[in-house]
């Protein structure tokens, strides 16, 4: 192994030498985003893979090396990595490791310290760990984030928001199987072919892909039946990713339900606004401020682009722009909640409710912090205000069982349930929008 | 009597929970003509199976059946063989709605899930979350503990006077509190009625979250069955009298059943569940031993590990005796000089050691007339009460004593398991002297007493079920939780097919994982130890033994008398401190010995302890329930060198004064207790008249208790409901307690931040305290970090509510806050110098008690500092020298003021001989999972002894106490090394 530099802190530098040849391991979340965000890196020059090695050797290595009161996504994700170090699969004098640090009161900030404290105790002191993140916590050497980076990421996460909507839409009433998985497959290529040729990212390109995107979806042959709709909400990464939250898509759609999601570039933009909500509410870093509000515009006219495109298709429900999901909690919970999902939490809870996927599902990691304030904390009030709202919080950890966990939710789908069969506002669920195959539905104030 | 006419389709119901079946069989009128309730021992396709033959037999007729499932168990087996499953509170639901249509609430319990329907205005289904620990299962561990069936239990309740407090959360915790109350002689009928009052607690606090519970309240599910003395606790509480209905326990099989509505052909369903060949997939590990002679040669090796016994009836000569008072098991061993064991005894502890050991001595005497008692010692949790019965000699603690024995096996040990009923206890063993303990914290205890509790429902003796899975092929990976997890992962298995031999060995592994990953903690870069000697009673079961082996890939020594080893320690101590003879009651003296408990309020100081006094022939007495040392001592307590003392009365002394604008309230919780001089000089200047919320007390906490979200947040947190709660009662029109992403920059770290619950938990506060209708909560957004922009910012916040403030008055009242918050801090600091100045001169040892600002509170600390301060230690706070300490690299992100300061006090003693550090750790405080990590590693590599106590609402000293006693006896064997550098000169102190 070659001699690793390292900086003041004693942390291996990932050094420009090391972008050469090394690979790099991005831990898996949220599948359709990160293999976009995946070729994105490749296509940059990096030689990276995403982890998706699972079963209990994952969670053990994470036991071992991981405090075990820190937040599961922690003992997972570095469990996760530590697995695929001691796997023989990787040559480990090539490789490095990539997390991502957001910054801000959470626990998560620290996810980075947890890594590097636990391949010092297992030997693998020498690796380099990269930290990606946007607000200058840590840099590498041989690792930038460049702005075209930034741009193709943004518009991956777009398009992947938008995968994840289709097909989580169409899904569950597709005739053929799998039209919709292939569906998305064909386009997480196409998409990845584009960002190669330096194309497919900026507004007007986003424009046209999206509009191929969700027109190559409405053609999907379905078969429309009334379904229990659940929103998915929660920590982010017990949310999106299935070592996480024990798969819970594949179970929802075992017993018969739509789901929702609501995108990743909610979150971005949620951070982003935290920036300038700080400045706001405390006076200070109003130089931050003005950067992330001009990122803000235009993370929000990429979110515009979808939310236009996809409204042009009645027969699919579009997302909400982030400054109504934003509204909604006007009157619940201050803006300025802003560790961990924060405020975001609650509003998306709201939003799947006005949406109506009001059987939610609250997923969050056992003991997670800002969860007991925008999770638990506001279960109650958000059902006295709308009550419509079913909502079931679930913990996940090591050794929360799932046997536990599908009863809970079991319990609240049967309310769904007698909900669906009792109710007279199914067809406003669909708040104007329609089945897509059911055309008669259609009101033509949508075609506009 | 079962009359069945042809062609009529049957509705069967079944209900398959954690422990039980429960079936009905409806006609088509509805009504019940069969039903039947069995425990299934975790056999479910066979019982489910044998359940329909009855029924065919029954009905020959019947071949056609509309039948559903509910019950979480029976999940799986409805998914596998195409039954339909209906979820078991939905179950409920549907059989209220038709048999109690006018009920409003129904409370149910089960095996192990508890929950709550709300029927009218608005209907709510809830059921406990996944911490919370069942209730029947729970019930049924207690009745384990006090040794009685659960009738027995119910019985006593009936005749109980008084009820203690017992931790309502979870079963775990409960046992905990428990404990002591047995160990300190506490009538089992109190405790009975006690046990019952905190299942009522836990059911409200859990599920009700601020919704009233009234109405026609409806009882279901076993516990509520049949245990009328639950019912009545939950009258009590809910100032109501509930009903539980004839079918209590069948609500969620006929829900099952009325719910059902697909025929189904029973013989075909019978042939399915025959068939049904559970997949067997489940996570599985490596199995225990490859075979009979990898096992045998096991059983040779830890046959060498053996101390001799001695013939007592042949021996005449000096004897000395130990005494191991444990949480659940009392051990005696008698030993001659050369460290022999002449005699030794191991029995349950049925509550009460006393008359345990009271009729072994009686026998001793008697058998062996020859044999001279020369000393005695006693240790354990009973330690204080066995001491004071029978005039033992010394008392020590239990790893000292542990310590002892291993050595007699190993002398070179440095390293020490100990698992027992209750406890793991582990320590670390450098230069002769024990140097760092590791005890289970309140959330993993119980080990020993599970395996034996699921030995139980399974219907085995504990070795039997150990034994069960020495060959299991496949054992379940069942995870390294705290125990009351470990019920759901056994259900999941079970739902997944594992044999039962496999399960047993899942457990045994689960127990060696728990010890390993959730207190001892090692890595493999650094095994835990070379020279490594298991003991305590678990151990005895080979499964444990080898799953421990094989999780650490190292061979360990096992003595024969692992389970004996504090008693036989104790035993060694004895002899080694034998001075003339024992002060232990002699045979004339025993044959007089009484015993007696009384249960008085304490009348001396505002706390009015609960106190048990346990009076002896000879007028000897022992006192327990105490906080303080006057009851006994009637002396008041020393609080001259305490610093949490210290600054609970300078806070006192933020009295309201009148003001012009009226009243305003703080809540005195989480971080109101280090910005209270703040807020209270900002709005007192303002012209408002600050109303603090009185002193938290238990009575406060359930006050508030009902309107707590999460069950799962700290303590601290939980109690703020109750100070706002009180502030709400007294009239306060409004309520100052703002949301602070950040806290003052005291430039120690990467950022100032709080943490996320100290930061928003108004924002808890405001959404679930439905009383806040008579008040106003003032809980905007508050940067007090800057303090330039602070006025300004505070001013446009504030006139929203008082339009006549003006910002000019803001600035100068700001001007006086931050002026009184440093006057604050900074005589914390001085009086802190002060202590230590004093302790120096006295050559005393000083605690450096790290935490958080709030745990000040003597009900989130217990009093922990007052017991420290009994050891004749002096008590200061980090942040008394963390100020001195200049700003350096931590190996975590150190983005929180009030944990940089943990950092900075942990750099700051690491060269101080006669200061070390104890971290005082919330209960689901997810920040001091990073920090206590942090803080241990930069005391490790200075050498120091890192101490931790983990608090919640239990009020259970026992531990702490061994912890501490464990601490200042290691820091009494360490060589006395005021200044002196590494030098490894080691002549440790006797």
């Excluded at chain 2, 509805?30 to 329909?52: A, P």
């Excluded at chain 2, 069942?134 to 019985?155: H, K, P, R, V, W």
């Excluded at chain 2, 006896?969 to 002549?987: D, K, R, S, W």
Aim: aromatic share 8%; hydrophobic share 40%.
């Amino acid at each position: 192994m070659e001699d690793v530099k390292r900086n003041e802190s004693g942390n291996v530098i990932f050094t420009k030498e090391m972008a050469k040849d090394y690979t790099i391991l991005i831990p898996m979340m949220a599948p359709i985003h990160f293999s976009l965000i995946k070729s994105v890196f490749v296509h940059s020059g990096y030689k990276v893979e995403l982890l998706t090695n699972h079963g209990p050797g994952v969670v053990e290595e994470g036991l071992k090396y991981v405090h075990n009161d820190t937040c599961y996504p922690a003992l997972l994700v570095i469990g996760q990595m530590l697995d695929a170090l001691k796997s023989g699969k990787y040559d480990l004098s090539r490789t490095a490791l990539m997390i991502s640090q957001t910054g801000g009161g959470c626990r998560a900030s620290n996810y980075i310290f947890l890594l590097r404290k636990a391949l010092k105790k297992a030997g693998y002191d020498s690796i380099p760990v990269i930290s990606l993140n946007m607000s200058g916590l840590e840099s590498n050497q041989g690792f930038r984030f460049t702005l075209p980076m930034i741009f193709k990421t943004v518009a991956g996460i777009v398009y992947g928001d938008a995968l994840m909507l289709l097909s989580n839409q169409v899904k569950p009433y597709e005739v053929n199987k799998g039209d919709s998985c292939r569906l998305v497959d064909h386009w997480t290529e196409k998409l990845a072919r584009q960002f190669n040729q330096n194309e497919g990212f900026s507004l007007k390109q986003l424009r046209i892909n999206l509009n191929d995107i969700v027109s190559s979806f409405a053609q999907i042959a379905i078969h429309r039946t009334r379904k229990i709709k659940v929103g998915i909400v929660g920590e982010i990464y017990v949310k999106y990713a299935s070592l996480g939250n024990n798969n819970l898509e594949d179970f929802l759609a075992g017993q018969d339900c739509e789901i929702m999601v609501p995108g990743l570039l909610d979150f971005v933009l949620y951070s982003v606004d935290a920036v300038v909500g700080r400045a706001k509410l405390y006076g200070s870093g109003q130089l931050k401020a003005k950067v992330a509000a001009v990122l803000k515009h235009y993370l929000m006219q990429m979110q515009g682009a979808l939310i236009e495109t996809v409204k042009m298709y009645p027969g699919f429900k579009a997302p909400s722009s982030f400054e109504h999901t934003k509204s909604l909690i006007d009157g619940v919970i201050g803006t300025g909640c802003e560790m961990g999902e924060g405020w975001l939490l609650t509003a998306e809870m709201m939003e799947c409710v006005n949406q109506g996927y009001g059987n939610i599902i609250c997923t969050q990691p056992f003991g997670c912090l800002p969860n007991h304030i925008c999770g638990k904390g506001m279960i109650r009030k958000i059902k006295g205000l709308d009550a419509r709202a079913n909502i079931v919080p679930i913990d996940y950890d090591p050794s929360a069982t799932r046997v536990n966990q599908e009863n809970r939710i079991k319990l609240m789908l049967s309310v769904a349930r007698e909900n669906l069969d009792s109710s007279i506002s199914q067809d406003m669920d669909y708040g104007g929008g329609a089945a897509p195959a059911a055309p008669k539905w259609r009101p033509a104030t949508q075609l506009s | 009597m079962l009359i069945y006419r042809k062609g009529l389709i049957l509705k069967i119901g079944l209900d398959i929970g954690s422990t039980t079946i429960k079936c009905v069989v409806l006609n088509d009128k509805k009504e019940i003509i069969y039903k039947s309730y069995q425990r299934h021992y975790s056999q479910i396709t066979h019982h489910t199976s044998k359940l329909l033959q009855e029924i065919r037999r029954i009905l020959p007729g019947c071949r056609q059946a509309e039948l559903a499932i509910s019950g979480s168990a029976g999940m799986g087996m409805a998914d596998q063989c195409a039954i339909p499953f209906v979820q078991e509170v939905y179950a409920t639901r549907i059989a209220a709605g038709r048999l109690m249509p006018d009920a409003d609430v129904i409370i149910e319990l089960g095996g192990e899930d508890a929950k709550i329907l709300f029927l009218t205005d608005g209907m709510e289904v809830r059921m406990n979350g996944s911490c919370a620990g069942g209730t029947g299962a729970f019930m049924d561990q207690m009745a384990t503990l006090l040794n009685i069936s659960l009738d027995e239990m119910n019985q006593q309740a009936e005749s109980a006077e008084k009820i203690y407090t017992i931790a309502s959360r979870c079963g775990v915790f409960a046992k905990s509190d428990i404990q002591p109350l047995l160990n300190q002689g506490v009538r089992k009928s109190d405790i009975c009625a006690s046990i019952f009052a905190a299942v009522v607690n836990q059911t409200i606090a859990g599920l009700a979250q601020g919704r009233p519970i009234r109405g026609k309240i409806v009882y279901l599910g076993g516990p509520l069955t049949f245990l009328s003395q639950l019912d009545k606790s939950f009258d009590t509480a809910l100032k109501t009298t509930g009903i539980c209905p004839e079918e209590s326990l069948y609500y969620v099989a006929l829900g099952a059943a009325f719910a059902a509505d697909r025929t189904l052909n029973l013989e075909e369903i019978i042939r399915n569940l025959e068939q049904y060949k559970v997949t067997g997939q489940y996570d599985a590990i490596s199995p225990l031993f490859a075979g009979k002679a990898d096992y045998d040669e096991f059983l040779r090796r830890h046959g060498q590990a053996a101390v001799a016994f001695a013939e007592p009836a042949t021996y005449a000569g000096l004897a000395a005796i130990g005494i191991d008072a444990g949480s659940t098991t009392v051990k005696v061993v008698v030993i001659d000089r050369e460290g022999e064991i002449l005699c030794s005894h191991y029995q349950p502890n049925t509550g009460n050691p006393v008359p345990i050991i009271k009729d072994f001595l009686q026998d001793f005497y008697e058998r062996f007339p020859n044999i001279t008692i020369q000393a005695t010692t006693v240790t354990g949790y009973g330690e204080d009460i066995v001491r004071n019965a029978f005039r033992i000699d010394h008392g020590i603690v239990e790893t000292m004593a542990h310590y002892k024995a291993a050595k007699r096996f190993m002398p070179e040990v440095d390293f020490i398991i100990d698992i027992g009923g209750q406890d793991i206890k582990c320590f670390k063993i450098r230069k002769n002297v024990i140097d760092n303990i590791f005890l289970n914290e309140a959330c993993s205890s119980g080990c020993g007493s599970f395996l034996q509790t699921f030995a139980n429902a399974l219907d085995y003796s504990i070795s039997d079920f150990a034994a069960l899975g020495l060959f299991a092929d496949k054992p379940v990976d069942l995870g390294s939780r705290c125990t009351v997890f470990m019920n759901s992962s056994v259900k999941q298995a079970q739902k997944d097919g594992a044999s039962i031999e496999n399960i047993s060995a899942g457990l045994s592994i689960s127990v060696v994982k728990n010890a390993l990953y959730k207190v001892i903690r090692p890595t493999a870069a650094e095994p835990i130890g070379r020279n490594i000697v298991v003991q305590g009673g678990t151990f005895l079961n080979d499964a444990v033994l080898r799953a421990f082996e094989q999780e650490l890939k190292v061979e360990v020594v096992r003595p024969n008398i692992a389970g004996l080893m504090g008693a036989y320690g104790a035993a060694l101590y004895a002899m080694e401190h034998a001075k003339g003879n024992s002060t232990v009651l002699g045979p004339q003296e025993m044959a007089e010995f009484s015993h007696t408990v009384n249960s008085v309020l304490c009348g001396q100081c505002s706390n009015h302890c609960q106190l048990t006094v346990n009076s002896f022939s000879g007028g000897r007495r022992f006192i327990s329930g105490n906080r303080c040392e006057r009851p006994v001592t009637q002396k008041t307590a020393d609080d001259s060198l305490n610093l949490y003392h210290y600054k609970l009365s300078l806070l006192k002394g933020y009295k309201p004064v009148a003001g012009q604008r009226g009243k305003i309230g703080l809540p005195m919780g989480l971080n109101m207790y280090e910005l209270l001089p703040f807020w209270h000089t900002l709005l007192t200047r303002l012209g408002f008249e600050v109303i603090t919320s009185p002193d938290s007390s238990r009575q406060l906490y359930l006050d508030g208790q009902a309107t707590i979200p999460s069950d799962t947040v700290c303590f601290p947190a939980k109690l703020l409901h109750g100070h706002v709660q009180a502030l709400i009662e007294q009239g306060i029109g409004t309520i100052f307690y703002p949301c602070m992403t950040y806290n003052m920059d005291e430039g120690k770290g990467d950022n100032h931040y709080n943490c996320p619950v100290v930061a928003y938990y108004p924002e808890v506060i405001a959404a679930n305290m439905p009383d806040l209708e008579k008040s106003t909560l003032i809980y905007d957004y508050v940067g007090v970090h800057n303090e330039k922009i602070f006025p300004a910012k505070f001013h446009s916040i504030f006139s929203k509510y008082f339009p006549d403030v003006r910002l000019e008055e803001v600035r100068w009242a700001a001007k006086a806050a931050y002026g009184a918050y440093a006057d604050y801090l900074s005589e914390i600091r001085r009086q802190g110098w002060k202590i230590v100045g004093k302790a120096r001169d006295a050559g005393r040892q000083i605690i450096v008690l790290a935490g958080r600002p709030y745990h000040i509170d003597p009900e989130i600390n217990h009093g922990i500092d007052k017991l420290i301060a009994a050891f004749g230690v002096a008590i200061i706070s980090e942040d008394v020298i963390s100020e001195d300490v200049p700003r350096f690299q931590t190996k975590v992100l150190n983005q929180w003021t009030y944990h940089a300061r943990l950092y900075g006090a942990a750099r700051y003693i690491a060269d101080k001989t006669d200061m070390n550090l104890v971290q005082l750790v919330s209960f689901g405080c997810g920040v001091d999972a990073i920090t206590t990590d942090e803080v241990r590693d930069i005391l490790d590599q200075e050498g120091k002894i890192y101490t931790q106590i983990k608090i919640d609402e239990i009020t259970n000293l026992g531990a702490v106490r061994i912890r501490l006693r464990s601490l200042l006896a290691a820091l009494e064997q360490l060589p006395v090394a005021a200044g002196q550098t590494g030098v490894e000169q080691n002549h440790g102190r006797r």
